[in-house]
Nanobody
Framework: QLQASGGGLVQPGGSLRLSCAAS????????IAWFRQAPGKERERVSC???????YYADSVKGRFTMSTDNDKLTVYLQMNSLKFEDTAVYYC????????????????RGQGTQVTVSS
């Protein structure tokens, strides 16, 4: 299973780092994605790292968000800088074999969400 953490309340322009910890398996051969869902909006993919280290970032977060993985392949991070009001959402991590997908329900493992609130 996956456990997402690190959400919280931050001011605009601030930073947060989300963590996604795997238990019961390692992330070798898995693509890991972060999705988010804001109130009244559809869930959207924010970023993804594939098994071959190919990466995807939504246009709205490019240059501000960065994914990384621990050497032990048990934890994935989402570093979020220069946060904006519109980044407010529940963030979810998800894992599926090999390749990234834009479909949340296409991931084998899906963590519970962690709330990120950007507010002054």
């Amino acid at each position: 299973q996956l456990q997402a953490s690190g959400g919280g309340l931050v001011q605009p322009g601030g930073s947060l780092r989300l963590s996604c910890a795997a238990s019961g398996f390692t992330l070798d051969y898995y693509a890991i994605a972060w999705f988010r869902q804001a109130p009244g909006k559809e869930r959207e993919r924010v970023s993804c790292i594939g098994d071959s280290d190919d990466t995807y970032y939504a246009d709205s977060v490019k240059g501000r968000f960065t994914m990384s993985t621990d050497n032990d392949k048990l934890t994935v991070y989402l570093q979020m800088n220069s946060l904006k009001f519109e980044d407010t959402a529940v963030y979810y991590c998800a894992a599926r074999p090999y390749r990234c997908s834009g479909q949340f329900w296409g991931y084998r493992y899906r963590g519970q969400g962690t709330q990120v609130t950007v507010s002054s």
